[in-house]
Protein backbone atom coordinates (compact mmCIF):
# COMPACT_ATOMS: atom_id res chain seq x y z
CA UNK A 1 0.00 0.00 0.00
CA UNK A 2 1.01 3.69 -1.14
CA UNK A 3 1.45 5.74 2.22
CA UNK A 4 0.09 9.01 2.16
CA UNK A 5 3.16 11.13 2.56
CA UNK A 6 4.62 9.51 -0.50
CA UNK A 7 1.34 10.96 -2.21
CA UNK A 8 1.79 14.29 -0.85
CA UNK A 9 5.39 14.72 -1.95
CA UNK A 10 5.17 14.90 -5.84
CA UNK A 11 2.58 17.14 -4.92
CA UNK A 12 3.98 19.56 -2.87
CA UNK A 13 6.81 19.11 -4.97
CA UNK A 14 4.58 19.89 -8.03
CA UNK A 15 3.07 23.07 -5.91
CA UNK A 16 6.59 24.32 -5.49
CA UNK A 17 7.60 24.20 -8.90
CA UNK A 18 4.51 25.89 -9.64
CA UNK A 19 5.00 28.87 -7.40
CA UNK A 20 9.04 29.34 -8.46
CA UNK A 21 7.62 29.16 -12.04
CA UNK A 22 4.54 31.94 -11.37
CA UNK A 23 8.00 34.04 -9.75
CA UNK A 24 10.14 33.42 -13.02
CA UNK A 25 7.09 34.83 -14.69
CA UNK A 26 6.34 37.93 -12.83
CA UNK A 27 10.01 38.78 -12.59
CA UNK A 28 10.30 38.29 -16.69
CA UNK A 29 7.46 40.69 -17.07
CA UNK A 30 9.17 42.93 -14.76
CA UNK A 31 12.42 42.90 -16.97
CA UNK A 32 10.14 43.30 -19.83
CA UNK A 33 8.92 46.85 -18.08
CA UNK A 34 11.96 47.57 -17.55
CA UNK A 35 13.96 47.28 -20.61
CA UNK A 36 10.53 48.69 -22.45
CA UNK A 37 10.84 51.88 -19.94
CA UNK A 38 14.60 52.41 -20.46
CA UNK A 39 14.23 51.98 -24.48
CA UNK A 40 11.32 54.64 -24.40
CA UNK A 41 13.67 56.53 -22.45
CA UNK A 42 16.65 56.27 -24.55
CA UNK A 43 14.65 57.63 -27.64
CA UNK A 44 12.99 60.47 -25.50
CA UNK A 45 16.96 61.69 -24.86
CA UNK A 46 17.48 61.16 -28.62
CA UNK A 47 14.93 62.93 -29.55
CA UNK A 48 16.23 65.53 -27.02
CA UNK A 49 19.60 65.60 -28.09
CA UNK A 50 18.78 66.30 -31.79
CA UNK A 51 16.48 69.62 -30.86
CA UNK A 52 19.16 70.56 -28.98
CA UNK A 53 22.07 70.40 -31.81
CA UNK A 54 18.87 71.96 -33.74
CA UNK A 55 18.60 74.35 -31.29
CA UNK A 56 22.08 75.67 -31.85
CA UNK A 57 21.79 75.21 -35.74
CA UNK A 58 18.83 77.34 -35.76
CA UNK A 59 19.74 79.91 -33.47
CA UNK A 60 22.84 80.61 -35.36
CA UNK A 61 21.00 81.00 -38.26
CA UNK A 62 18.79 83.68 -36.83
CA UNK A 63 21.61 85.87 -35.92
CA UNK A 64 23.24 85.17 -39.38
CA UNK A 65 20.12 86.77 -40.57
CA UNK A 66 19.89 89.49 -38.29
CA UNK A 67 23.23 90.40 -38.92
CA UNK A 68 23.25 90.37 -42.57
CA UNK A 69 19.70 92.77 -42.40
CA UNK A 70 22.16 94.88 -40.16
CA UNK A 71 24.37 95.22 -42.51
CA UNK A 72 21.90 95.78 -45.25
CA UNK A 73 20.63 98.81 -43.23
CA UNK A 74 24.10 100.21 -43.23
CA UNK A 75 24.60 100.51 -47.14
CA UNK A 76 24.09 103.95 -48.62
CA UNK A 77 25.16 103.39 -51.88
CA UNK A 78 26.67 101.36 -54.50
CA UNK A 79 29.41 99.44 -52.72
CA UNK A 80 32.90 99.39 -53.51
CA UNK A 81 34.86 96.63 -54.23
CA UNK A 82 36.98 96.57 -51.16
CA UNK A 83 33.89 97.00 -49.36
CA UNK A 84 31.77 94.24 -50.79
CA UNK A 85 34.66 92.03 -50.69
CA UNK A 86 34.87 93.12 -46.51
CA UNK A 87 30.91 92.49 -45.97
CA UNK A 88 30.81 89.10 -48.68
CA UNK A 89 33.96 88.32 -45.79
CA UNK A 90 31.98 89.11 -42.79
CA UNK A 91 29.29 86.94 -43.73
CA UNK A 92 31.48 84.39 -45.17
CA UNK A 93 33.14 84.28 -41.01
CA UNK A 94 29.63 84.68 -38.98
CA UNK A 95 28.45 81.13 -41.00
CA UNK A 96 31.89 79.52 -40.30
CA UNK A 97 31.26 80.40 -36.58
CA UNK A 98 27.98 79.24 -37.06
CA UNK A 99 28.95 75.62 -38.46
CA UNK A 100 32.18 76.25 -35.56
CA UNK A 101 28.94 75.45 -33.17
CA UNK A 102 28.42 72.25 -33.98
CA UNK A 103 32.11 71.00 -33.57
CA UNK A 104 33.30 71.39 -37.39
CA UNK A 105 35.74 73.82 -37.54
CA UNK A 106 37.21 75.82 -40.77
CA UNK A 107 40.30 74.33 -42.17
CA UNK A 108 42.50 76.95 -44.80
CA UNK A 109 45.52 75.48 -46.27
CA UNK A 110 48.51 77.59 -46.87
CA UNK A 111 49.83 77.82 -50.58
CA UNK A 112 53.23 76.42 -50.40
CA UNK A 113 52.09 73.62 -48.07
CA UNK A 114 52.30 69.81 -49.03
CA UNK A 115 49.28 68.78 -51.00
CA UNK A 116 47.43 66.35 -48.89
CA UNK A 117 45.09 64.53 -50.28
CA UNK A 118 43.06 63.51 -46.70
CA UNK A 119 42.41 66.69 -46.21
CA UNK A 120 42.68 68.37 -49.61
CA UNK A 121 40.88 67.79 -52.95
CA UNK A 122 42.76 68.86 -56.29
CA UNK A 123 40.60 71.21 -58.49
CA UNK A 124 43.14 72.37 -60.50
CA UNK A 125 46.44 72.56 -61.37
CA UNK A 126 49.25 75.58 -61.81
CA UNK A 127 52.80 75.59 -63.40
CA UNK A 128 55.23 75.14 -60.34
CA UNK A 129 58.13 77.58 -60.60
CA UNK A 130 60.44 74.99 -59.57
CA UNK A 131 60.90 70.92 -58.00
CA UNK A 132 60.94 71.91 -54.75
CA UNK A 133 57.30 73.22 -54.77
CA UNK A 134 56.13 70.57 -56.93
CA UNK A 135 52.88 68.72 -55.01
CA UNK A 136 52.06 72.25 -53.04
CA UNK A 137 48.73 74.46 -52.67
CA UNK A 138 48.85 77.25 -54.94
CA UNK A 139 45.51 78.55 -54.26
CA UNK A 140 42.80 77.68 -51.81
CA UNK A 141 39.74 77.89 -54.09
CA UNK A 142 37.27 77.04 -51.18
CA UNK A 143 38.03 76.03 -47.25
CA UNK A 144 37.74 72.53 -45.73
CA UNK A 145 35.89 71.68 -42.31
CA UNK A 146 36.87 69.12 -40.24
CA UNK A 147 35.58 67.48 -36.79
CA UNK A 148 38.03 66.72 -34.73
CA UNK A 149 40.06 63.69 -36.81
CA UNK A 150 37.20 63.33 -39.53
CA UNK A 151 37.06 65.73 -42.41
CA UNK A 152 33.74 66.90 -43.37
CA UNK A 153 34.48 68.56 -46.28
CA UNK A 154 38.01 68.73 -48.09
CA UNK A 155 39.42 72.10 -48.95
CA UNK A 156 39.71 73.13 -52.73
CA UNK A 157 42.64 73.54 -53.67
CA UNK A 158 44.98 74.33 -56.99
CA UNK A 159 48.46 72.03 -57.04
CA UNK A 160 51.10 73.00 -57.80
CA UNK A 161 52.80 71.04 -60.40
CA UNK A 162 56.68 70.56 -61.51
CA UNK A 163 57.55 69.93 -65.15
CA UNK A 164 60.57 70.17 -66.70
CA UNK A 165 61.00 71.24 -69.88
CA UNK A 166 62.10 68.46 -72.46
CA UNK A 167 65.54 68.46 -73.94
Known sequence: MIDVSERAEPCAL?????????RQQQ????????????????ERLRRGEVQVALDLVRHSLIRLH??????????SG????????????ALADEAADTVARTGVERYV??????????????????????PEVDRTVAR??????VQGERVVRKADVVVSRWEPEAP
Open 14 to 22: ASEFTAALT
Open 109 to 130: PRPGEAFDMALQRPVGRAAAEG
Open 78 to 89: PLGVDELRALLT
Open 66 to 75: DQILRQAEHV
Open 140 to 145: VVAAGF
Open 27 to 42: LAERREEIVTRLHDEV
